[in-house]
């Protein structure tokens, strides 16, 4: 088994031994782990002993990991599991993992097809039909065949999208007997794409989002979505991202999100690498003509780019220069890319944070940080406390505000501003338990408002257009009958919704893809494409948008305790996801701005949660606390 092998560095003196596991030499790969980087390269140590090593190691920073070329005469279950350890090598182009194939099957083999991804490591086993021991058989044989088998945790396919998957891998790869005297053992039928263990694929691969535009814009607003990808984090990360956003959107988000790059775009024939100057400036030469695209068209496509860059540590690209086949197209720097994105956004000196005093009163927090025992409710009868609330929610703008009353049978709305006046939407939930009525409110990028009546007799997501028009239930396809909503939260670009949704006694998390067609009040609406967005989690108590397609929520994995984490919205968990504890976390928000702090309820009251730091308490008493949206 392959799991029993040594796994061995090469290290530095100052490197100590790790027990580790045996394994045959026959191939595969040598962890070198690098203590001391030289102007930010790493390179393979020239000294040192090379010693075992646990498999753990394999996750060290400091280890770079790199392919064996397979030994003369090796045996066929040492190709098979020489071919499948080069895969998890740092090699370019897998040119190690070639040298197991024969000449054609490298030829025809496309590593960059799919991605497998497996809960350890892919298991070789004689196919039927093939002589079961090695030793004695393999002499006369002329062929093998191996089953590779194992359980899949997701597949990551050609346009780098993650998809999870709870499904049983099974693939077959033959050998065949190679060279002049044939007797060197090669492999003409690899698997599909390239076949990792989780733990190789979270070291190998990095999350990047990816921005496109909101296919449909109102009253001039039209949001960026985030699409996230992974990257092969050794390669060429700016190239490589470039390349993806050129691609366009998955095709999970289908209609909804549109990508600036006329169709077919690609980078100019002959580029191969893209890397900023010393003034931080990327250029991007493009296969296109100056007339195909307007100055217009050029800023959206820049700002697609610049956003998409932002998420890779290993650059800090902060203006890219568009260049058509003759000439420039345009230029763009950060400030004016984020101009292009706020527009008719929210508050420019960033959001306020809110939350329900003890009177069951709209507060804004900051006065409650300031150490006011008793702060004063937000303008507007919200924050009189003469309609006391459950829950509460503000628009983006920071302009309105919408409030479930005490009892969670009605849903209302009101400015923010000045007396205003209090106005019943429409929006009732008939359950006989207070319980099961309505969920706390959301707004999304648009002003459109949600909540979800969680009455288990009559489980349905409302819509409100603006927050003033007549309310609509929205369709959800791919939800199973008998499950019901129990939170709802949308997105700040207006395409993507999250739900909690309970079904079959688990409350699980689950992105959709919101649909529009039609215009202003004739506007049609739906919920398609329903996934599961935290599949590692049995249950799901409190979550939150955490900004572009990462979610923060707070649940339990089977046979675990509860935890608080990051999710991405592909299902995926990116690296350190896990939050520090929170004891009787029952809400939890965070805002689009990373540099913002996350703020929950907990049993401690109201606590945030500033970068770098633990939690604290800034309130004793109230519930619910948000950031607009």
């Known amino acids: ?166 499904a049983t891998y099974q693939e077959t790869v033959r050998l065949v007997r190679t060279g002049k005297d044939k007797k060197e053992w090669r492999i003409d039928r690899p698997p599909t794409g390239v076949v990792l263990g989780k733990n190789d694929f979270q070291r190998l691969y990095w999350p990047v989002n990816k921005y496109y535009f909101a296919a449909r814009t109102e009253e001039g607003r039209q949001p960026l979505v985030a699409d996230p990808v992974y990257i092969r984090s050794w390669e060429d990360s700016v190239t490589q991202t470039v390349k993806a956003v050129l691609d366009g959107p998955s095709a999970w988000l289908g209609g909804v999100a549109r990508s600036s790059f006329p169709d077919g775009v690609a980078l100019r024939r002959g580029t191969t690498a893209l890397a900023p100057d010393d003034d931080n400036r990327l250029t991007v030469p493009l296969d296109v003509n100056r007339g195909d695209v307007s100055a217009a068209e050029c800023r959206q496509m820049a700002t697609q780019l610049l956003y998409s860059l932002r998420d890779l540590a290993s650059t800090s690209v902060s203006m890219v220069e568009l260049r058509a086949r003759k000439g420039s197209l345009c230029t763009l720097d950060e400030d004016e890319a984020d101009a292009v994105v706020r527009r008719g956004a929210g508050k420019s000196d960033g959001p306020d944070q809110y939350y329900l005093d003890k009177n069951h009163r709209l507060v804004n927090l900051n006065s409650a940080a300031r150490g006011d025992e008793l702060p004063g409710g937000v303008p507007g009868p919200l924050g009189t406390g003469d309609q006391t609330l459950r829950s509460a929610a503000v628009s983006r703008d920071e302009k309105y505000g919408a409030g479930v009353s005490l009892n969670g049978d009605r849903l209302f709305v009101s400015a923010l501003a000045g007396t205003g ?52 239930e929205v369709k959800i396809a791919g939800l199973g009958d008998g499950a019901a909503i129990e939170a709802v939260r949308a997105s700040s670009d207006g395409v993507r919704i999250a739900l909690l949704v309970r079904e079959d006694k688990q409350t699980t998390l689950r992105i959709g893809r919101v649909e529009r067609t039609g215009e202003g009040d004739a506007t049609k609406i739906a919920v398609a494409g329903l ?55 029952t809400d939890i928000a965070a805002s689009d701005d990373p540099g913002l702090p996350l703020i929950a309820h907990s049993s401690d009251g109201i606590v945030r ?14 519930t619910g606390p948000f950031y607009p949206g």
């Open 1 to 166: 088994m392959r799991g029993e092998r040594d796994r061995r560095t090469a290290a530095t003196p100052a490197t100590p031994a790790i027990p580790g596991q045996r394994r045959r030499w026959s191939g595969g790969v040598v962890l070198a782990a690098v203590g001391a980087l030289v102007a930010g390269c790493a390179s393979m140590p020239d000294h040192g002993d090379v010693q075992p090593v646990d498999s753990s190691t394999r996750n060290d920073p400091r280890v770079r990991v790199f392919g064996v070329a397979p030994r003369d005469g090796a045996r066929p279950l040492e190709v098979v599991e020489g071919f499948l350890e080069a895969l998890t090598s740092e090699d370019r182009d897998y040119a190690v993992a070639r040298k197991y194939l024969t000449e054609k099957a490298s030829r025809d083999w496309r590593p960059g097809s799919r991605t497998t991804v497996l809960t350890d490591s892919a298991r070789p086993s004689p196919a039927r039909g093939t002589p079961p021991n090695e030793a004695g058989d393999a002499d006369q044989a002329t062929s093998y065949t191996y089953e590779l088998t194992g359980k899949k945790v997701a597949m990551v396919d050609d346009r780098l999208s993650y998809h999870p998957s709870d």
């Open 609 to 622: 949660l500033p970068a770098g730091m633990n939690w604290e308490t800034v309130s004793k008493q109230g």
């Open 531 to 585: 996934r599961a967005a935290a599949p590692q989690l049995e249950e799901v108590t409190a979550m939150s948008w955490a900004g572009g397609s990462r979610l923060v929520v707070a649940g339990r994995e089977e046979g675990g305790v509860r935890q608080l984490q990051y999710v991405l919205s592909d299902g995926s968990t990116p690296p350190k996801s896990t939050l520090p504890g929170l004891n009787g976390v």
């Open 421 to 472: 006046e209090l106005r019943f939407t429409g929006v009732r939930s008939k359950a006989a338990d207070e319980k099961n009525r309505l969920s706390t409110p959301s707004w999304d990028g648009f002003g459109d408002l949600w909540v979800a009546d969680t009455d288990p007799k009559n489980s349905r997501l409302m819509w409100v257009r603006k927050g003033s028009a007549d309310p609509v």
